[in-house]
């Protein structure tokens, strides 16, 4: 199975499939990354506040897998936003993934009210990582429009991608079009919901009809969208489910199906990010 590498406004390029590992413990990510690789997953996605960076960073080391076939993705700690917590955290996300750069760096929320409301400088420091080559790529995560707005026409870098939620109950279609718009992709984060739209009928009629699994069917319906998505999961079927993604494709209309399922903000799972200001 082949992950489309989607091209990132900087000239990189990025798969469009992952492994996610928010909370998967510590002292099972080695393993559970280990197996991911054995799948075929190249990208995987953590951050700092996951606390298991280091997992990742031994399942790479182990797997005999060139670097360059990897896409690393880590997150600044939401506690680290200064200009010079910036560097220190991103010198200890490096160590402990063992690693001499990363693929992509992202600032994890934008905590609009901390920090004096200064997320601009965060954003210049993490920008500036890219100069030494270990951050190929930087960019956001849980950027509203105007938070978008504010840090490219501040510093005039745009990020390479901002990752928010977005599954079929929580199109988050205001933050995405202002992505989208500006360049910058989007990757879609719990894009099966927690697994918690995988019974919707709309989803499980599809899924029969055309033979596959309600995960498959929704994660297929990021892929459609152009999103990139890395659902998390500790089990090696799933993960095997999850990357089958790429041998079929769905009709416009199941698309459009999928995406009125969009309950807005009652589709939530997380916080909104402007409520977001604490760690
Ligand atoms: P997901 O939508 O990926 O759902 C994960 C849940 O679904 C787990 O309980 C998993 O269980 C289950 N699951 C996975 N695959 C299947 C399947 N095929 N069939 C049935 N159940 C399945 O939610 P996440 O919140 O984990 O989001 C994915 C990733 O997004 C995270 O790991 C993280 O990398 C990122 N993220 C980023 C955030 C941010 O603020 N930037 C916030 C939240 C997530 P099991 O493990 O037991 O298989």
Redesign the pocket.
């Known amino acids: 199975m082949t992950v489309p590498a989607l091209p990132l406004n900087d000239g990189r390029t990025i798969p469009q499939l ?7 413990p510590p002292e099972q990510t080695a393993e559970v990354v280990g197996t991911a690789l054995e799948v075929g997953y190249r990208h995987i ?3 700092q506040m ?1 606390g298991n960076e280091k997992g990742v960073g031994d399942a790479i080391a182990s797997s005999g897998i060139a670097r360059d076939e990897l896409f690393v ?1 880590t ?1 600044l700690n939401n506690s680290n936003h200064r200009p010079d917590d910036v560097r220190r955290s991103f010198d200890e996300s490096l160590e402990e993934l063992g690693l001499d750069h990363v693929d992509l760096f ?1 600032i ?2 934008p905590m609009p009210e901390a920090y004096d409301g200064d997320y601009v400088s965060t954003w210049q420091a993490v920008a500036e990582l890219t100069r030494d080559g270990r951050a190929k790529s930087v960019g956001v ?2 950027f509203e429009p105007d938070h978008l707005e504010r840090i490219i026409s501040e510093t005039g870098v745009v990020p390479a991608v901002n ?3 977005v ?1 079929p109950r929580f199109g988050n279609e205001a933050a995405r079009t202002a992505s989208l718009e500006r360049g910058i992709l989007v ?9 918690r739209v ?1 019974d919707d009928p709309v989803i499980t009629t599809i899924a029969e009809r055309i033979g596959r ?4 069917v929704t994660l297929r319906w990021h892929i459609e969208r152009g999103d990139i ?7 090696r ?3 095997e ?2 990357f089958g993604l790429f041998d079929f494709t769905l009709s416009p209309e199941d698309v459009l199906a999928i995406s009125a399922l969009d309950q807005g903000a009652e589709g939530r ?2 916080p909104h990010p402007n409520n977001l200001n604490r760690w």
């Open positions: 992952g492994l996610g590992v928010f909370q998967v996605d953590t951050a996951y993705t997150k992202l994890h929320w995560s849980n990752q928010i939620e599954h990757e879609g984060w719990s894009p099966i919901g927690r697994a995988l699994t309600p995960a498959q998505v890395f659902p998390k999961t500790m089990h079927a799933r993960m489910e999850n799972l997380g």
